[in-house]
């Protein structure tokens, strides 16, 4: 599935009230979309929404279209979405570069895989840190940790939560940057979660704000 993410008329309600919407946006391939509003606004519960996991005391009503094909009903694991929730969630019991290892594509030979996870960790600024234990990196070396993972997955649209939040300013321009090429380099749809200015200017004003 390729081609641009989009939200038809999306709704979102708590136990039964209105929460957020009705949204109705198209996020272009390539050119990232930063959302943004006030704590407690809907906007991780919209991420949920899009892939599929939003939680019993939510509702819903409006499509989500990947491409030209309505992704609203289908499992998670149909919808090609790559999501990236505010807490990091690595795999307490993998080490570092095992977590990285987890999302990649099926089919690749082990040279492969090692050597994309080498390269991951290097781009998240990681490198030596790959047989480490998640619980002892630092917060930010985990949320570069569980970016990387993400991309290292390659699926067809990214919805990130925050991504740069535990960064500090340097690496948080990094981020943005590596984030943003990638999202022009492969063509891929981004929605980025955000209350940092910075990030929306570097979405050049695409925002969607709540
Ligand atoms: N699993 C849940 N059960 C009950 N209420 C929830 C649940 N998850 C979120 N909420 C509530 O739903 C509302 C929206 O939460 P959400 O996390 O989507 O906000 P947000 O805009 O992402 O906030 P923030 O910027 O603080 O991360 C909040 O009032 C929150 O307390």
């Known amino acids: 599935m390729k081609g641009p993410l989009a939200l038809r008329s999306v709704t979102l309600f708590k136990d039964g009230v209105a929460l957020l919407g009705p949204i109705d946006c198209t996020i272009a391939a390539g050119r990232p979309v930063v959302l943004m509003g006030p704590s407690g606004s809907g906007k991780s519960t919209l991420l949920n929404f899009m892939i599929g996991a939003l939680a019993p005391v939510f509702g819903a009503?409006?499509?989500?279209?990947?491409?030209?094909?309505?992704?609203?009903?289908?499992?998670?694991?149909?919808?090609?979405?790559?999501?990236?929730?505010?807490?990091?969630?690595?795999?307490?019991?993998?080490?570092?570069?095992?977590?990285?290892?987890?999302?990649?594509?099926?089919?690749?030979?082990?040279?492969?895989?090692?050597?994309?996870?080498?390269?991951?960790?290097?781009?998240?600024?990681?490198?030596?840190?790959?047989?480490?234990?998640?619980?002892?990196?630092?917060?930010?070396?985990?949320?570069?940790?569980?970016?990387?993972?993400?991309?290292?997955?390659?699926?067809?649209?990214?919805?990130?939560?925050?991504?740069?939040?535990?960064?500090?300013?340097?690496?948080?321009?990094?981020?943005?940057?590596?984030?943003?090429e990638r999202a022009a380099r492969r063509n891929l749809p981004v929605l980025l979660v955000s209350h940092d200015p910075a990030d929306a200017e570097a979405a050049a004003g695409q925002v969607i704000a709540l």
């Open 61 to 180: 009503t409006g499509e989500v279209w990947l491409g030209d094909v309505e992704i609203t009903q289908l499992p998670i694991q149909q919808r090609h979405l790559g999501i990236l929730f505010q807490d990091d969630l690595l795999f307490p019991h993998l080490s570092v570069a095992e977590n990285l290892a987890f999302g990649l594509p099926a089919g690749l030979s082990r040279l492969e895989r090692e050597q994309r996870v080498a390269a991951g960790l290097a781009e998240a600024e990681l490198t030596g840190l790959g047989a480490r234990n998640p619980a002892s990196l630092s917060g930010g070396e985990r949320a570069r940790a569980a970016l990387m993972r993400t991309l290292l997955a390659e699926p067809c649209a990214l919805l990130l939560d925050e991504p740069f939040a535990k960064l500090d300013i340097a690496l948080r321009g990094r981020f943005r940057a590596l984030v943003f």
